[in-house]
């Protein structure tokens, strides 16, 4: 599953590209894409191949979790969601962008579409994101982008909530 964007192409993570994402030339592969020399973003290593089982299990999930970002056939970015919408509705988004990227609207560009996507589904009343609390430029995009701040648990964790518009 893809989805295009003005300047990225969005690949929704199936098994195989799952359990593709530790090595990044298997991943490159499965991809049809080239890796950049910064792959892969530093937040999101703990989230690359996380999903493998749960896609091979149920391959109808797709989409509702990793996606990778690619421009131009590079591959720069990835983020997504952590699952289908939960019993009440809510689900929680996650990116990162490989540094030499960021700062030209691609997070925006990506996460704009993946929000669109996840709300074509009608299960889907909130999406949830964290952003370090110490990083205001991911914190001005989940605001650019109707993000809401939800009261805080931790304090270097900043939390944000986008609601369904009825």
Known sequence: MEIQTERLVLVAATADISRAEHDGVALAAALGARLVAEWPPEAMIPMLGAWSGELLHRPDLAGWFNWHWLENGELVGLGGFKGEPDDGGAVEIGYALVPSRRGRGLAREALAALLGWAF???????????????????????????????????PEIARYALARAY
Do not use: H, K, Q, T
């Not at 009343?125 to 110490?134: G, K, L, T």
């Open 120 to 154: 074509s589904d009608a299960r889907l009343r909130r999406v949830d994101a964290e952003a370090s609390a110490d990083n205001p430029r991911s914190i001005a995009l989940l605001e650019a982008l109707g993000f809401r701040a939800l009261p805080a648990i931790d």
